[in-house]
């Protein structure tokens, strides 16, 4: 049960490059290594919450209105995370500033609840919010450093700002006179890494 | 008959439960709302303090910048729709500076909250945009945080730019963009201008006698 989390959120069923949900965020956000990260937490922890607090009440919501009750939940977690984040650490909140109310509008949380937590017990609810969780936030990690290394040349930067001053030398800058590479951070780059992304995981996959 | 009670049965019981959830959740998020807002509210303060200090240095006022601000009413210059702060710096009871709190109202994503920071001669001493939501990675570069573009205004005036350099490279202006986020760029010049415009027609009122 443990394992098949893991290979499935990691591999099998990767939100973002196999089941290719969730893509608006994934898109508008990656165009660095840290906003992936960030996003990618934000969402990991939004999604084992999600998961495993309906899995429990899970045979109280009638299946008509399912998908309402769902969103309901999803939308008020998410809300009260955004809030105590606002208020208990202000730093990490200006960082991550739109990407918590971003993750409401992510249909892959929805799908995790929809197509496993409705239908199993808590605690494999909760390993697949973590895995899956985990698995987008690898790809979206990945997305970003392409962008980031194409588009400014560095990789990690900004990290500072997200964990603190102690993290600042952690920003390799690649080259010393880097123009740019302008369509990498542009949404189009998006689509096209995330392309390259998915073919290559596929060609891995068959071989 | 007996299909049709079924029937209402059903509904009766989604209404229900649609019902609990939603008190459920909203006791709940009332709750988080209450305990948080205080202490936002007052985060919310303190980092403005720290921003009245960025665009205007500490030498020139000695009052109590943040409680002596004139309330601008909605008008036809800024275009504002409800009352906007300006502070007035003094030294020695004598006006220094003013900080107009004045807002673009078409960012790419919603509004934009920029303090623009005017001396007496009506040359800007500093901008900082406080509040906006545009795209992370993108049009964010106007936040003092991810980039120094906001600074390009500082020294900028009525008089040594014209109607027609206050605009972007793209439109014929004289101020610099990022390409792909020029809707922000665009607005947040424009807010600026209409604020020393507004400085310009009421620097009376604010205490200054030129």
């Keep these: 049960m443990f394992k098949e989390a893991i290979i499935d959120g990691l591999w099998k069923q990767n939100p973002g490059t196999i089941q290719l949900l969730g ?23 939004v999604m ?90 690898l790809v979206l ?67 | 008959m007996n299909n049709f009670i079924n029937k209402n049965k059903i509904v009766g019981r989604t209404v229900l439960v649609m019902i609990i959830f939603g008190i459920i959740f909203s006791t709940i998020l009332e709750f988080v709302h209450n305990k948080t807002n205080p202490i936002i509210l007052k985060s919310e303060a303190e980092a403005k303090e720290r921003l009245l200090l960025q665009v205007i240095s500490k030498e020139l006022y000695n009052n109590d910048l943040i409680d002596s601000f004139i309330k601008i009413k909605p008008n036809p210059i800024l275009k504002n729709k409800e009352d906007i702060k300006c502070y007035i710096a003094k030294k020695n009871n004598k006006v220094t500076a003013v900080i107009i709190e004045t807002r673009a109202p078409n960012g790419y ?44 205004f500082t020294y900028s005036s009525l008089k040594n730019t014209s109607k027609i350099e206050w605009a972007v490279q793209k439109d014929q202006g004289k101020f610099d963009y990022v390409s792909g986020a020029t809707i922000t760029a665009r607005a947040v010049v424009s807010a600026i201008n209409k604020a020393l415009n507004f400085f310009e027609k009421n620097k009376l009122e604010m205490g200054i006698d030129v």
């Design chain 1, 48 to 137: 084992i919450i999600a998961n495993s607090s309906i899995s429990p009440i899970r045979k109280f919501v009638p299946d008509e209105i399912r998908v309402p009750i769902f969103i309901l939940v999803i939308a008020a977690l998410v809300t009260v995370v955004d809030l105590t984040i606002h208020a208990f650490a202000e730093p990490l909140y200006k960082a991550l500033g739109i990407f918590i109310p971003l993750i409401v509008t992510n249909c892959i949380v929805l799908a995790r609840v929809e197509s496993f937590a409705s239908k199993n017990p808590a605690l494999p609810s909760f390993y697949d919010g973590l895995f899956m969780g985990l698995g987008l936030c």
């Design chain 2, 109 to 152: 994503s919603g509004e934009i909250k920029i303090l623009v920071g005017i001396d007496i001669k009506g040359y800007i001493l500093g901008t900082r945009v406080i509040k906006h939501q545009e795209t992370p990675g993108l049009g964010d570069y106007i936040d003092i945080a991810k980039s120094d573009w906001i600074n390009i």
């Design chain 1, 23 to 45: 893509l608006c965020p994934t898109l508008a956000i990656t165009t660095s290594v840290i906003n992936g990260l960030s996003l990618g937490l934000a969402t990991m922890f």
């Design chain 1, 141 to 207: 990690i990945i997305l970003g450093g392409t962008r980031e290394f194409l588009g400014q040349g560095t990789l990690f930067s900004g990290f500072d700002l997200v964990f603190g001053q102690s993290l600042s030398n952690i920003s390799i800058n690649f080259f010393d006179q880097y123009s740019g590479f302008l369509l990498a951070i542009l949404p189009p780059g998006a689509f096209l890494g995330l392309a390259f992304l998915i073919a290559l995981f596929n060609w891995i996959d068959q071989k």
